[in-house]
T-cell receptor, first 113, second 113 residues
Framework: NAGVMQNPRHLVRRRGQEARLRCSPM?????VYWYRQLPEEGLKFMVY????????ESGMPKERFSAEFPKEGPSILRIQQVVRGDSAAYFC???????????FGPGTRLTVL | AQKITQTQPGMFVQEKEAVTLDCTYD???????LFWYKQPSSGEMIFLIY??????QNATEGRYSLNFQKARKSANLVISASQLGDSAMYFC??????????FGTGTSLTVIP
C-alpha cells in the first residue's frame, strides 16, 4: 500500500508565477490536510478537505492560495503570484475518515526566487 | 491562542539514556487526541505515538511512551535507551473535535555518543 505521495518534491518559481502542489492520499483515505512549515518552525495547518469539499480553510491565506480535492485525482494546493515569503515546505497528510492518525507525505519544498 | 507549547527548542541526551520532551496543550474540547511526530533531517514526518483524551493508561510504543497528565494538560514524550538515530526534530500535535491538527514549534534532540 503506497504511502501519501506528493509531487514535485522540489519546486522553484520566480516571483509572480504560479505554484501547483499535488498530493495523492493513501488508498482508501478520503481526508486530506495541507500544512506549511517555514524554516525552523513547526507545521501550520492550512486547509482540511474531503472529496469535493473544503471542510476547514481557516489556516489558508485569504488571497492567492486555493485548494481542491476533486472526485478523481490528487488534491491540489495552488499558489498564485508567488512571493518570496511563500518559500517553505508544504506537507500533505491523509486519513481514513476521522482517525487517530494522519499519514504524512514527504513534502514539497517550494523556493521562490 | 497557541494550542500546543513546546518549551525546549533544543535538548541533548547521552546515548542509551532516557530523555523527556515536554509538551503542554490548551483546549476546551472534551475529546481530543495528542500525537508526537519525528522529523529527521531528511524532512519527512514520522508518526510516533498517540494518546486519546479518554484513555486511562499512558500510551507506549516500543521505546516511546507518552506521559499524559490531563489535569496539567501535558503530554510529554519519553524516549528510553536513546540511540544515535533518534537525533531529529520532535513535534507534539493535538487533534480537536473538529479534526483540526495543531502542532508545536518542535524540539531538536541531539543524541551524543
Amino acid at each position: 500500500n503506497a504511502g501519501v505521495m506528493q509531487n514535485p518534491r522540489h519546486l522553484v518559481r520566480r516571483r509572480g508565477q504560479e505554484a501547483r502542489l499535488r498530493c495523492s492520499p493513501m488508498k482508501g483515505h478520503s481526508h486530506v490536510y495541507w500544512y506549511r512549515q517555514l524554516p525552523e518552525e513547526g507545521l501550520k495547518f492550512m486547509v482540511y478537505l474531503q472529496k469535493e469539499n473544503i471542510i476547514d480553510e481557516s489556516g489558508m491565506p485569504k488571497e492567492r492560495f486555493s485548494a481542491e480535492f476533486p472526485k478523481e485525482g490528487p488534491s491540489i494546493l495552488r499558489i498564485q503570484q508567488v512571493v518570496r515569503g511563500d518559500s517553505a515546505a508544504y506537507f500533505c497528510a491523509s486519513s481514513p475518515r476521522q482517525s487517530n492518525e494522519q499519514f504524512f507525505g514527504p513534502g514539497t519544498r517550494l523556493t521562490v526566487l | 491562542a497557541q494550542k500546543i507549547t513546546q518549551t525546549q527548542p533544543g535538548m541533548f541526551v547521552q546515548e542509551k539514556e532516557a530523555v523527556t520532551l515536554d509538551c503542554t496543550y490548551d483546549t476546551s474540547d472534551p475529546s481530543y487526541g495528542l500525537f508526537w511526530y519525528k522529523q529527521p533531517s531528511s524532512g519527512e514526518m514520522i508518526f510516533l505515538i498517540y494518546q486519546g483524551s479518554y484513555d486511562q493508561q499512558n500510551a507506549t510504543e516500543g521505546r516511546y511512551s507518552l506521559n499524559f497528565q490531563k489535569a496539567r494538560k501535558s503530554a510529554n514524550l519519553v524516549i528510553s535507551a536513546s540511540q544515535l538515530g533518534d537525533s531529529a526534530m520532535y513535534f507534539c500535535a493535538m487533534r480537536n473535535t473538529g479534526n483540526q491538527f495543531y502542532f508545536g514549534t518542535g524540539t531538536s534532540l541531539t543524541v551524543i555518543p
